[in-house]
Each structure stands twice: as structure tokens, then as C-alpha cells.
Nanobody, 126 residues
Framework: QVQLVESGGGLVQAGSSLTISCRASQLTRDDYAIAWFRQVPGKEREGVACISSSGASSAYHGSVRGRFTVSRGSDKNTATLRMAILQPEDTAVYYC???????????????????WGQGTQVTVSP
């Protein structure tokens, strides 16, 4: 069972940048894709960004493309999401997820992922 722990959430002002991280344990294989999702109360979990197992390809939700950047550490067990030009509508709990997938589907469906972290709150004030 893959365990995922997110870190780095917090409160920032609109226009700021913030980087959140995800550390995966017990990744015995290097063929796991890692994705970031976000959720606000009353709405479905939304795929924000995904990076392939090799780190060579990624996918982004249209609302964050050009502002958010997903990357993986050299050991493949960490993933970071750098968020720039944050807006109040980016406020959500952000979750990382992992699954044995070679790559990411363009629309980053939550059903593709079986291992999830507990989430980290990101709040953007106006």
C-alpha cells in the first residue's frame, strides 16, 4: 500500500506563489504516476496536474495551465506542485494521489488513482 503525505499548504495573498509537496513511501516500483487534485466543500474532487512515472510528460487542468508546474524528485518518490499567480478560486484542500500508470490522461480522472494522501489546505485571500 502506497502511503502519501502532503506538506506545504497555507494562507497566501492573491497573486502570490506557493509550493506544495508530496512524499510517497513504499513505492517499490518506479512506474507510478503522481497527480494533484483539489476539492472544495460541495464540489467534486478536481484533477489539477499529473506527472508520468518517468517525469517526462504531464497534464494540467485548463484553469491552472501556465500557472502551476508539477515536477518529480530524482528519486521518483516525491512530487511538487508549484503554484503561481494564485487566485481566491484556487482555495481548496489539495491532495496528491499515485497509481501504477505509465502516463496521465488529459482530463486527470480521480478514478484512475487508488492511493491518496490526507490533503493540505491552501487558502488564497483576495
Amino acid at each position: 500500500q502506497v502511503q502519501l503525505v502532503e506538506s506545504g499548504g497555507g494562507l497566501v495573498q492573491a497573486g502570490s506563489s506557493l509550493t506544495i509537496s508530496c512524499r510517497a513511501s513504499q513505492l517499490t516500483r518506479d512506474d507510478y504516476a503522481i497527480a494533484w487534485f483539489r476539492q472544495v466543500p460541495g464540489k467534486e474532487r478536481e484533477g489539477v496536474a499529473c506527472i508520468s512515472s518517468s517525469g517526462a510528460s504531464s497534464a494540467y487542468h485548463g484553469s491552472v495551465r501556465g500557472r502551476f508546474t508539477v515536477s518529480r524528485g530524482s528519486d521518483k518518490n516525491t512530487a511538487t506542485l508549484r503554484m503561481a499567480i494564485l487566485q481566491p478560486e484556487d482555495t481548496a484542500v489539495y491532495y496528491c494521489a499515485a497509481e501504477r500508470l505509465g502516463g496521465c490522461r488529459r482530463h486527470i480522472p480521480a478514478d484512475d488513482f487508488g492511493s491518496w494522501g490526507q490533503g493540505t489546505q491552501v487558502t488564497v485571500s483576495p
